[in-house]
């Protein structure tokens, strides 16, 4: 058993490695292996290569998965502490957890972090924080999550996905002053900076949804041209980084297609981007 944690955060390996030196007989090895603090080393087959010691950081070819190729070689189960969580109270139970661990942060007093039926809703795990102001928006799913106004999607896997939400377990709240074009456009150009550089899909995919979304400042706005990019990279990345990086610029044009539209018309509805607008 190996537990990958980024090197930066001192307390959580502090914190691992204690657990490991007063854990009761484990029934397989345990350690912990400090990894680079970049995001891509999230991704399941990039964190293998960095335990395996590789410097530089790719997505690994699929098929096969790490379920049949992982660490040096041999099949791997490879979870979060988010999964695991939900791993041991199955295990325990004899049946699958029917909660759900949920991070909520963004606009909000302070962040929290809360476990709530399966069957509750996202307002249920809104209405745990103060909302810094007027809700507008809800970035589900991660870095490159989905964005919601809904508050009425439960918080189940498969309602998420359905929703085009993400499943990874945190909520980024967005209040009514802080612009979406700017937030999926910031997503975008992330995406375009942290990606390994592997797969074209991914590379220039990215790189090309950052320029279609600061375009929109230019008064050049292409919905159709972005859906399609957005499109190729979902189908054809090889790994999730290329696959959901642009979920946020999709999700964010199909329900808040207006405030893109009155970009291009020199305006921004959220009051924020007046200096990028003026500028252009």
Request: charged letters at 25%; one cysteine or more; glycine letters at 10%.
């Amino acid at each position: 058993i190996v537990v990958f944690a980024s090197r930066e955060d001192e307390r959580v390996l502090d914190t691992v490695e204690a657990a490991i030196e007063n854990y009761p007989g484990p029934d397989a090895p345990m350690h912990v292996v400090p990894g680079p603090d970049a995001y891509r080393a999230a991704e399941p087959t990039m964190a293998l290569e960095a335990i395996e010691g590789n410097d530089r950081l790719e997505a690994r070819l699929r098929p096969p998965g790490p379920e049949r190729f992982g660490l040096d070689g041999r099949p791997t189960l490879v979870h979060t502490p988010r999964t695991v969580a939900h791993l041991a109270v199955a295990l325990r139970a004899g049946s699958p957890a029917d909660t759900r661990v949920l991070t909520v942060r963004g606009d909000v007093d302070s962040p929290a972090t809360i476990e709530l039926p399966e069957t509750a809703t996202l307002g249920a795990a809104l209405d745990a924080v103060n909302i810094d102001g007027e809700f507008k928006a809800a970035c589900v799913g991660g870095r490159f999550g989905g964005l919601t106004r809904s508050r009425e999607v439960t918080v189940d896997p498969a309602a998420l996905a359905d929703a085009d939400l993400g499943t990874e377990g945190t909520v980024q709240v967005i209040a009514g002053d802080h612009c979406v074009v700017e937030f999926v456009g910031r997503r975008a150009q992330f995406a375009a900076d942290e990606n390994c550089g592997r797969c074209v899909p991914c590379r220039e995919g990215s790189a090309q949804l950052a320029d279609l979304l600061r375009d929109v400042y230019d008064q050049e706005y292409d919905p159709d041209g972005i859906d399609e990019l957005v499109g190729v990279m979902r189908d054809s990345s090889i790994c999730r980084f290329g696959v959901e990086a642009g979920r946020p610029a999709r999700t964010a044009i199909e329900r808040f297609g207006g405030e893109f539209a009155a970009h291009a018309d020199g305006r921004c509805p959220a009051g924020s981007c007046r200096d990028l607008l003026e500028a252009n």
